[in-house]
C-alpha cells in the first residue's frame, strides 16, 4: 500500500458530525495528506453523508480539474 503521507492527488473527505466510528478518521488523513479538504456534514450520521450528497461527490470527482 502507498503511506498515506505519499497521496499527491486532489483529496475530499467527507464525514457526518453523528458518524463517530469513522468521524475521527477524518482528522487523521487530513493531518497526513498534504492539501486534502475534510467537511464534516451538521447533524448527520455516515449514511446519511453519503445518500443526502451523493451527486454532489461525484460531480467533484468529475469535475474537469480533477481530471488533468
Known amino acids: 500500500p502507498t503511506p498515506t503521507e ?6 475530499r473527505l467527507w ?3 453523528l458518524d463517530h466510528r469513522s468521524r475521527p ?10 492539501g486534502a479538504a ?3 456534514r451538521s447533524g448527520e450520521t455516515h ?8 451527486s454532489e461527490t461525484l460531480a467533484w470527482l468529475a469535475a474537469p ?3 488533468t
Open 6 to 11: 505519499d497521496v499527491r492527488c486532489p483529496t
Open 15 to 17: 464525514y457526518g458530525e
Open 25 to 34: 478518521g477524518g482528522d487523521w488523513f487530513v493531518e497526513r495528506i498534504e
Open 38 to 40: 475534510l467537511e464534516v
Open 47 to 54: 449514511w446519511a453523508t453519503l445518500g443526502a450528497h451523493w
Open 65 to 67: 480539474t480533477l481530471l
